[in-house]
């Protein structure tokens, strides 16, 4: 069981900026503490230039870390038992979220030239994109079928990522099934 102590307030954060808030989550017996832009557990530090952080689920964590020296940007994710390591590399992801499982970590990322949800098993693998496949990028408007990705976070549940933009509520499964 996990108690957030200060608010996450996270999903209107942008990348570009330097991370400003600070978080303290109690993880079984540990401290998870983020404190302007650094994550650490038990004062080990785990993760340095953090611009996001999801919320914990099943003690398990996932952010986005800032390249030293760049504008890419690393998914990390982090448990007790394998520790930190690199999800998805070298591109700009946003707004991770965890599955209340922890089986799998749901992202916003543009690595096709065009902004999308994607997901990937917490365990690693090739990122799922579920949002915009196979559109191609249109000059100076959306192309047909675009699917706006949240602005403002996802609302999370055992079927998957919800989220509302312009008007419409849009659900994607975190594995790909039908919902």
């Given at each position: 069981m996990f108690y957030v102590l200060f608010s996450l307030a996270l999903a209107a954060e942008t990348c570009g900026e330097p991370f400003a808030s600070s978080v303290t989550v109690e993880l079984d017996q540990s401290w998870l503490v983020l404190d302007r832009g650094v994550l650490t557990i038990d004062s080990r530090v785990i993760g340095v230039e953090v611009v996001q952080m999801s919320e914990v689920a099943a003690n398990r964590v996932a952010?986005?870390?800032?390249?030293?020296?760049?504008?890419?940007?690393?998914?990390l994710v982090w448990d007790a038992e394998q520790g930190v390591r690199v999800l998805v590399d070298g591109s700009r992801p946003s707004q991770p979220v965890l599955s209340p499982d922890g089986a799998y970590?749901?992202?916003?990322?543009?690595?096709?030239?065009?902004?999308?949800?994607?997901?990937?098993?917490?365990?690693?693998?090739?990122?799922?994109?579920?949002?915009?496949?196979?559109?191609?990028?249109?000059?100076?408007?959306?192309?047909e079928g675009f699917v706006s990705p949240p602005r403002s976070g996802f609302e999370v549940d055992g079927?998957?990522?919800?989220?509302?933009?312009?008007?419409?509520?849009?659900?994607?499964?975190?594995?790909?099934?039908?919902?």
């Open positions: 952010f986005v870390q800032r390249r030293p020296d760049s504008m890419l940007l690393d998914l970590v749901g992202f916003v990322d543009a690595r096709t030239s065009i902004a999308s949800v994607y997901t990937v098993p917490f365990e690693g693998g090739e990122p799922a994109q579920r949002t915009n496949v196979g559109l191609v990028r249109t000059p100076g408007r959306a192309p079927r998957g990522l919800t989220w509302t933009e312009d008007g419409v509520t849009h659900v994607v499964s975190w594995n790909g099934g039908d919902l």
